[in-house]
């Protein structure tokens, strides 16, 4: 009797031959290549280093596309998003420790948002593993402790025969959920030296499924299906699942208003009539949650964003969906369910009973009516009018790639994303220096569409060498910055805690002068122009960068309330 477990799936002839006869001149960075491209990979991010010149060397014999940007952290950003525009694990070539310290914000970022990276990196040679201080270039006692905190897991190969498994464990773990990104790192030696392994032909990976405990959906979906004033949260966790078709479904059987995180933008349609929005950083939105008598958070750790800076002290009862096991009850008593979103969102739907709830849209107008009399009594237009200039710019489906800035905190709660996994940006890790680089990534990944990028000046200066990447690459990004001399939130936060800012003012570059410098078109526009000036952009092939000399204001918070 043959049982599925001793079938071996048998090489092709021409695989044979490529194993029998491998061509010469083959290093360990050609085992790297070779199995990234058998795991299915088409496009490689990064920057050379002197320990990792073996991987560079392979990629000219490979079809591997390799994008190459200027800084490590912001190849780190590329991938990220490369990661979320695809579901793929993007490939991240790094050298030897500073190369690879560099890169640790964006894999931070990659963890928090649940993007999934493949980072290799390079190490010392073999001979100096171990802790020693053998004074090797880039040494460091522990390079893998750096980053056990960062990522999802760590691999380190010692050998060329280990390189294609470990990398393939690495892989697996990547695009298990929850998503995110992890290490490889490869000895010098092992890199450089000849192999005598075969070329790495196959490489099939079968990330694992984490469906829900049957018994915990069916409790949940009891208490939905009697609840009186039920409610949704909607984290990112449903974004990466492609479940937002399902969780409509649900609220749509329920009567059940649904919010989403900022992380979870556009995972329910933002003017269905059930659509609280993402207005999470509102006090009428949080008493609303707060009200619920069964509120079910799918996605969602409701970390300090999501929970109005933990404010929110829910009064009935909690039922959180989420692959991360660490975030489960993490902040509130909860039936807690460690499961993937979408796989949770079906068990629930093939399990509740429809509810009836004539009040349920009446009950978000009057939120959404609340919050809109709340916002116009600051006197906020110039801000309103340009997160609207944006939107009306912004071609359907387009992604935008938001930077840590003044009109992205606008946007998380005010802009529209039309569509699931089309508005992203750094608010998993609040790292500076995100929305360009991230935005590189996205142009790689699809280029029939624009990409927008927004930034202030500060998070511009963080990336500004990318500039010479956009233009090298040719890449379908625009990018807007808000020019408004200096770090815009934190003058604002200094200013109301001890009257006065320090440290937050810049000198900074003509950003029209410095774009076209590089190659890049550059347009300087004003609050009034600003939609029709960034919709020229946008259409135009290849990269460009549109400034607006502006200084915006933030809608005054509700959790010191």
């Known amino acids: 009797?043959?049982?599925?477990?001793?079938?071996?799936?048998?090489?092709?002839?021409?695989?044979?031959?490529?194993?029998?006869?491998?061509?010469?001149?083959?290093?360990?960075?050609?085992?790297?290549?070779?199995?990234?491209?058998?795991?299915?990979?088409?496009?490689?991010?990064?920057?050379?280093?002197?320990?990792?010149?073996?991987?560079?060397?392979?990629?000219r014999r490979s079809d591997l596309r390799y994008i190459g940007l200027r800084v490590e952290n912001n190849a780190g950003f590329a991938a990220d998003a490369y990661g979320r525009i695809t579901g793929e694990a993007a490939p991240l070539l790094l050298s030897t420790g500073p190369g690879a310290l560099t890169s640790l914000a964006a894999l931070q970022e990659a963890r928090a948002a649940s993007a999934p990276v493949l980072a290799i990196s390079s190490q010392i040679p073999t001979a100096g593993l171990g802790g020693g201080r053998h004074g090797y270039l880039h040494e460091l006692p522990d390079q893998a402790a750096s980053f056990r905190g960062v990522v999802k897991s760590v691999h380190t190969v010692r050998t060329q025969s280990q390189i294609p498994s470990a990398i393939a464990e690495a892989w697996t773990s990547a695009l298990t959920v929850p998503h995110g990104p992890v290490w490889v790192e490869i000895p010098q030696d092992v890199l450089l030296s000849e192999t005598p392994i075969p070329v790495v032909t196959g490489g099939d990976t079968f990330p694992e499924e984490l469906p829900p405990r049957p018994e915990l959906t069916a409790v949940a979906a009891d208490l939905l299906s009697r609840a009186e004033r039920p409610a949704i949260i909607a984290g990112g966790g449903v974004v990466r699942a492609d479940a937002s078709g399902k969780l409509r479904q649900l609220a749509e059987r329920l009567q059940a208003p649904v919010v989403t995180t900022f992380g979870g933008k556009g995972a329910f349609p933002w003017t269905h009539p059930l659509s609280l929005q993402s207005w999470l950083e509102d006090?009428?939105?949080?008493?609303?949650?707060?009200?619920?008598?069964?509120?079910?958070?799918?996605?969602?750790?409701?970390?300090?964003?999501?929970?109005?800076?933990?404010?929110?002290?829910?009064?009935?009862?909690?039922?959180?969906?989420?692959?991360?096991?660490?975030?489960?009850?993490?902040?509130?008593?909860?039936?807690?369910?460690?499961?993937?979103?979408?796989?949770?969102?079906?068990?629930?739907?093939?399990?509740?009973?429809?509810?009836?709830?004539?009040?349920?849209?009446?009950?978000?107008?009057?939120?959404?009516?609340?919050?809109?009399?709340?916002?116009?009594?600051?006197?906020?237009?110039?801000?309103?009018?340009?997160?609207?200039?944006?939107?009306?710019?912004?071609?359907?489906?387009?992604?935008?790639?938001?930077?840590?800035?003044?009109?992205?905190?606008?946007?998380?709660?005010?802009?529209?994303?039309?569509?699931?996994?089309?508005?992203?940006?750094?608010?998993?890790?609040?790292?500076?220096?995100?929305?360009?680089?991230?935005?590189?990534?996205?142009?790689?990944?699809?280029?029939?569409?624009?990409?927008?990028?927004?930034?202030?000046?500060?998070?511009?200066?963080?990336?500004?060498?990318?500039?010479?990447?956009?233009?090298?690459?040719?890449?379908?990004?625009?990018?807007?910055?808000?020019?408004?001399?200096?770090?815009?939130?934190?003058?604002e936060y200094m200013t109301d805690a001890f009257g006065q800012p320090t440290a937050t003012e810049l000198t900074r570059p003509d950003y029209v002068a410095l774009a076209e410098s590089f190659g890049v078109p550059g347009t300087r526009t004003s609050p009034e122009t600003l939609e029709a000036d960034l919709a020229k952009a946008l259409a135009a092939p290849g990269p460009s960068v549109v400034v607006l000399p502006a200084v915006l204001r933030m809608f005054a918070p509700t959790h010191t309330e």
């Open 1 to 59: 009797m043959t049982h599925d477990h001793d079938l071996v799936l048998r090489p092709t002839a021409a695989q044979t031959e490529a194993a029998l006869n491998p061509p010469p001149g083959r290093n360990g960075g050609d085992l790297v290549v070779e199995t990234l491209a058998g795991l299915g990979a088409t496009t490689v991010f990064g920057l050379p280093g002197q320990h990792a010149l073996g991987m560079f060397d392979a990629l």
């Open 283 to 491: 006090r009428h939105t949080t008493d609303f949650l707060e009200d619920a008598d069964v509120l079910l958070v799918v996605g969602s750790g409701l970390g300090e964003l999501s929970s109005n800076y933990h404010t929110f002290k829910p009064r009935g009862r909690v039922v959180q969906i989420e692959a991360d096991l660490g975030k489960l009850e993490s902040n509130h008593p909860a039936l807690g369910i460690h499961a993937d979103a979408r796989l949770a969102l079906q068990a629930l739907l093939e399990t509740v009973t429809d509810r009836t709830d004539p009040t349920a849209a009446d009950r978000v107008r009057e939120v959404l009516e609340k919050v809109r009399e709340r916002i116009a009594s600051q006197e906020l237009t110039l801000e309103q009018d340009v997160l609207a200039a944006v939107r009306g710019a912004l071609p359907p489906g387009a992604p935008s790639f938001w930077d840590m800035t003044i009109l992205a905190y606008w946007a998380w709660s005010a802009f529209d994303a039309e569509a699931p996994n089309t508005m992203h940006s750094a608010q998993g890790a609040g790292g500076l220096g995100y929305g360009f680089p991230a935005a590189l990534g996205a142009a790689a990944a699809d280029s029939t569409r624009p990409v927008l990028a927004v930034s202030g000046d500060g998070g511009a200066l963080y990336s500004i060498a990318e500039l010479a990447t956009a233009r090298q690459y040719d890449l379908n990004v625009t990018w807007l910055i808000v020019d408004d001399g200096g770090y815009g939130i934190l003058r």
